[in-house]
């Protein structure tokens, strides 16, 4: 896109709120990589830290009803899109009061009551199953618009054009959110992505390229695309240019056996541009918000983190017997 | 003999095959630093034109290995995680397992396709499946399970020298375990089952991470007077059924542990074919230890309850012998 055709906004009271939820999504990740770290989490955690800005500057134009898919790498956009910290939380320590009862886990954190459809662990998988929705809004004509997250390493993915191709055709309300974060696992993005991604996109649709680490010109980015995808108009593309600041994996370190992909400076380099760290420069700088204020919504999140991971640890194990249950609606397996 | 742990004996395979042959190539989503491990350091010493990163498009991968592979090279896919056989299926099951027949035999497929498969690590139900029973069913693809670092070794050069398509499955759980491998070119031919330990009261047929389960529930047998002839196929497609047969013909018993899911298991497979052609040895019904008609949950209580372990085993020969 070249001219934009939303120029007012995000409001101070959206800054806060984009704020807060940014905040939320780190400090529960950071307790995340500690319980992984000790061992509490049974299986691997994909943790979305330095990328808060890609889900929350999206997130906040969506309405509970619209549709989001997600990755493996899916906890910020569960967040984001007002998934609860609890269930999450327990979900991921594989507890019956976790959002999928205990049966997906980290990669799988889906909640169908706030629109989000899933996390997902095959790498390109969202991108098809968010079209669909979009294609159910559409005939429905209930306004509802999807949002696919997906990262550079799934734009490889045939079905990203697969998708793009048929989102454009049929004139889905759909937006392609592709968080560039650098790596797919432990591959540098320039040696497995040729080109810009976002040319790929230009073939089909208004496509835009925005520093994902500034929530701010991400929200502007994606007010447009909702914009298009609410009045009609068809799909839109936005690659957000960010940075994954831990491994791929929070076992990484042991799977590399010493092996290096990218270097110290360079994650020091992008822990310096932290979307959040930013962001609260720029309310103190404006004098939208005082310190005082921004303390506040730290403390809070302090006790919201910290009851998610009581209620978490105090939450009954999965249920064993479920899975049979749950195979099909209506039958057991 | 030395002992190596099963990825060690896998990442042995690979130099001293690529090493032997300059046509050998492989690649696959990071095995420069060896997700999985077992490509670790074959980059240094071979250079990418032999081994290389490529990007996440499995159903690109399985078709270049075909492609490869009929243009005269030796490919070695690395598929990371056997749920991704999903995303590459196509040039699978409609290529790679047919185009030596609808070309009238005009060409060879020499592909190796190695991925890590099974539960039991919580990884949830789209990295822990064992799909072994779809490849058998593609046909002109042979399929490997080996149980310990000896056969990974020895099975995997096989395959890398054989002129078919060969899928390689990782027992994902058993990476880091030890065991004696042959010094020097060790080779495994396909289709000749290993009989692990002899037994005159029950023949239990045990597949690939199943093993180790099943030695255990052998122990335990023995403890109450019960000798378990100990079955490993080591190959499902080729499968050595005669010694299935042979086995079953001494015991006139018959219990296949699979970690598949149930219903169209390789342990369907074998059981049928002993119900075909070794009806008249069995002394009572064939028991299959299989993983339920349920995806793998995530939570590892969960997963306990829908996996063969040692006491399910020795509870289904017990069963067994009982009927
Ligand atoms: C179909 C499929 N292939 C491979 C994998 C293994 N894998 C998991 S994450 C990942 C990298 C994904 O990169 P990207 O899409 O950029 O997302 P990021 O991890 O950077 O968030 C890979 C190769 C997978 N989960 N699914």
């Not at chain 1, 056996?257 to 310096?272: A, M, N, S």
Request: hydrophobic residues 45%; glycine residues 10%; negative net charge.
């Amino acid at each position: 896109m070249t001219t934009r055709r939303n120029n007012s906004g995000p409001t101070d009271g959206q800054l806060l709120g984009m704020y807060e939820r940014m905040l939320l999504i780190r400090r529960i990740e950071e307790r995340l990589r500690d319980d992984s770290a000790t061992g509490k989490l049974p299986g691997a955690v994909h943790l979305y830290i330095g990328q808060e800005a890609c889900g929350v500057g999206v997130c906040a134009h969506l309405e509970e009803t619209d549709w989001v898919t997600s990755t493996h790498r899916g906890h910020g956009h569960f967040l984001a899109k007002g998934g609860e910290p609890k269930a999450m939380m327990a979900e991921i320590w594989a507890k019956r009061t976790g959002v999928c009862k205990g049966m997906g886990g980290s990669m799988h954190v889906a909640d169908l009551s706030k629109g989000i459809l899933g996390a997902n662990g095959i790498v390109g998988g969202g991108l098809a199953i968010a079209a669909g929705a979009a294609f159910a809004a559409k005939l429905d004509g209930n306004g509802r618009i999807a949002v696919c997250f997906f990262g550079d390493g799934a734009s490889n993915q045939g079905v990203f054009m697969e998708t793009m191709n048929v989102a454009t055709l049929w004139r889905l309300p759909l937006i392609f959110m592709c968080e560039n974060n650098q790596f797919s696992e432990f591959t540098p993005s320039k040696e497995v992505t040729a080109g810009e991604i976002a040319d790929r996109a230009r073939a089909f649709m208004p496509a835009t390229v925005v520093d994902g680490n500034d929530v701010i010109a991400v929200w502007r980015a994606a007010a447009d695309a909702v914009d298009r995808a609410r009045s009609g108009e068809g799909p839109t593309f936005i690659e957000a240019k960010t940075y994954r600041i831990r491994g791929h994996i929070e076992a990484e370190p042991m799977m590399l056996g010493g092996g290096k992909y990218r270097d110290d400076v360079e994650i020091q380099e992008w822990t310096k541009k932290c979307p959040i760290a930013r962001l609260r420069a720029h309310l103190l700088e404006t004098r939208t918000a005082p310190a005082a204020a921004l303390d506040d919504i730290e403390a809070s999140i302090h006790g919201i983190v910290t009851d998610a991971a009581a209620y978490a640890e105090a939450g009954e194990p999965a249920d064993p017997e479920l899975g049979f249950d749950l195979m099909f609606a209506g039958a057991r397996a | 003999m030395a002992k190596k742990r099963y990825i060690q004996a896998i990442n042995d395979a690979l130099f001293e095959e690529m090493e032997r042959d300059p046509k050998v190539i492989l690649f696959g989503e990071d095995v420069e630093l060896a997700i999985m491990g077992d490509t670790r350091g074959l980059l240094a010493k071979f250079g990418r034109d032999r081994i290389r990163n490529t990007p996440i498009c499995e159903a690109t991968l399985t078709g270049m290995a075909v492609g490869a592979a009929a243009a005269g090279y030796r490919v070695i896919l690395h598929l990371m995680f056997s749920n991704f056989i999903y995303t590459g299926f196509d040039a699978i099951a409609n290529q790679m397992g047919k185009l030596r027949l609808m070309t009238g035999g005009q060409l060879k497929l020499p592909i190796t396709v190695l991925c890590g498969y099974g539960g039991g690590r919580s990884t949830a139900a789209q990295h822990s499946d064992t799909p072994y029973p779809v490849l058998m069913n593609v046909g002109g693809i042979h399929v490997l399970t080996p149980s310990n670092a000896a056969d990974a070794k020895g099975l995997l050069k096989q395959a890398i020298r054989g002129d078919n398509p060969s899928f390689f499955m990782e027992a994902s759980g058993r990476g880091g375990e030890m065991a004696e491998v042959p010094d020097g070119d060790h080779l495994v031919p396909f289709g000749s089952a290993a009989i692990l330990r002899e037994g005159k009261d029950a023949t239990v047929v045990a597949i690939g991470h199943m093993v180790k389960f099943a030695l255990e529930a052998a122990d335990q047998l023995a403890k109450q007077g019960v000798a378990v002839e100990l079955v490993d196929p080591r190959t499902l497609v080729p499968l050595d059924e005669a010694a299935i047969i042979r086995s079953v013909q001494k015991t006139g018993h018959l219990v296949v542990v699979d970690e598949a899911r149930d219903r169209c298991s390789a342990a369907s497979q074998i059981a049928a074919v002993i119900a075909d052609k070794a009806f008249g040895a069995l002394k009572g019904p064939i028991k299959r230890v299989t993983v339920p008609n349920v995806a793998m949950p995530y939570a590892a209580i969960a997963e306990r309850r829908l996996l063969p372990n040692p006491t399910s085993i020795a509870e289904a020969v017990t069963t067994a012998l009982a009927a």
